[in-house]
């Protein structure tokens, strides 16, 4: 045992605290426009095009930069990057809070994602770190994991509890506040890790990979606009041969941003297939639910709000209760229950009626918070022991990309369905839309638990 992890395992819990509470505001952070973009869009002279950018330009930040950010972690110093992640953060919803167009804040929220992406990766990195395995990692990840519930349960209220009180710039003010203070606390407080200098970085890997989930990402956005404009394909299309660019230069790479040989093992497929499915799934599904309860069932921003709690707090409640699970339980039962869980939550939120009670929705929304805090604290665990313990951040940032892309390709899958029906049939066809979505997000997760069912351990 050398002396940094010496000092690792007495900071144990200035580590869990400071990551978890940084992850939980990346979570708060992300969910800001979901029940801000109408007034944010008004102030702005925001169209269609513009807020449909609002909402994926952080996503799309965080997905480009999660893997590499992860990589950077593991040979430069998770902590560094941790905290260069949260000044990025305080700096973008700086500029957000004084964005005079459009463009700006989307520019903005797309920096808040860059910033996020190093927060996410490095810190379950920092956490796997502090807490090398056994009981103490699983409680350790439970923590983690009710920290994204907790982020998504109050961002969203928050967001229209401050907006009310002092406009939509309220947000990115106190998401700069709190980044600060985070980062003050951290700097004084997180213990410095032996980066891994022998390592060179993998610029060019870096490069496709950025850039080609860019471009999948954005095509993703356009499509949400209309499936048949020309950028739409150009972006897949160029976003693909890109990706495709990356996979066989990090096969051939002596220094790989992803190594590829982590795919011979079954856990690490296991979890990276769960947390795409997880994105796809159940998490698009619930991004959803705010456009359900406001324009179907005519339900303000701030209860929208605190009806996606009885989803994201119960995930709170559940991810902090996984601590006890038994050990017997291994992470591929734990991560297969979980999606199935959510597939019969997904499929209880079928069938609203325009203008009905919201209350026909709680059962399949407790539902789904109990199985995705399981689905977490699993995610969480598996995302680190699954990898090297000196690639931890990697893992994290392999897990967390799928999560990012799975959730990007569910929302716009869901959102062009809802928006379809809801032009060809008002408020009802609405519904028709929102119940076409619920299958097809139902059908991500049912398929992510059969493949991880069989990928082993």
Request: a neutral charge; glycine letters at 14%; hydrophobic letters at 55%.
């Amino acid at each position: 045992m050398t002396t940094a992890d010496i000092r690792v395992g007495a900071n144990r819990a200035p580590t869990l605290f400071i990551v978890s509470a940084a992850t939980m505001l990346v979570l708060v952070v992300f969910t800001v426009p979901l029940t801000t973009i109408e007034p944010t869009a008004a102030a702005l002279a925001a169209g269609p095009g513009a807020q449909a950018w609002l909402l994926s330009a952080m996503p799309l930040g965080a997905a480009t930069g999660l893997l590499s950010a992860g990589a950077l972690g593991d040979d430069r110093g998770r902590r560094a990057v941790f905290l260069y992640g949260l000044a990025v953060m305080a700096a973008a919803s700086v500029a957000g809070a004084l964005a005079p167009t459009s463009l700006v804040l989307i520019l903005a929220r797309l920096v808040q994602g860059l910033g996020g992406a190093a927060v996410m990766a490095c810190g379950l990195g920092l956490i796997g770190r502090a807490f090398p395995g056994g009981r103490a990692r699983t409680r350790a990840t439970a923590v983690w994991a009710a920290s994204l519930g907790g982020g998504v349960a109050a961002g969203p209220i928050l967001a229209a509890l401050l907006t009310g009180l002092a406009g939509w710039t309220a947000s990115y003010w106190a998401d700069a506040l709190a980044s600060g203070l985070l980062l003050m606390l951290g700097r004084s407080m997180l213990p410095a890790d032996e980066a891994r200098r022998d390592r060179r970085v993998d610029w060019l890997g870096t490069a496709l990979l950025m850039a080609g989930l860019a471009m999948v990402m954005s095509g993703l956005t356009e499509m949400r606009l209309g499936l048949a404009r020309p950028s739409v394909v150009m972006l897949l299309v160029g976003g693909l041969a890109l990706l495709i660019g990356f996979v066989l230069h990090e096969a051939r790479g002596s220094d790989p941003l992803l190594d590829l040989r982590l795919f011979r093992s079954g856990g690490f497929v296991g979890a990276t297939v769960a947390a795409f499915a997880s994105g796809a799934g159940i998490l698009a599904l619930m991004s959803l639910v705010p456009v359900l309860l406001s324009r179907a069932l005519g339900v303000d921003a701030v209860t929208a709000g605190i009806v996606l709690c009885a989803w994201s707090a119960t995930s709170v409640v559940t991810a902090l209760a996984g601590r006890w699970i038994p050990d017997t339980w291994s992470p591929r039962m734990l991560l297969v229950a979980g999606l199935a869980g959510c597939a019969i939550a997904q499929l209880l939120v079928y069938g609203p009626s325009a203008g009905g009670s919201i209350l026909a929705l709680l059962p399949g929304l407790f539902l789904a918070g109990a199985a995705n805090g399981v689905l977490n604290a699993a995610l969480g665990q598996q995302a680190v022991a699954t990898v090297p313990a000196d690639r931890t951040a990697m893992g994290s940032g392999a897990n967390n990309t799928a999560r990012y892309l799975g959730s990007a390709i569910g929302i716009t899958i869901g959102a062009v369905l809802i928006a379809h029906g809801a032009e060809v049939g008002g408020p009802s066809g609405l519904i028709d839309g929102w119940d076409e979505a619920v299958m097809v997000t139902t059908g991500f997760s049912v398929l992510g638990a059969i493949v991880v069912a069989l990928a082993g351990d």
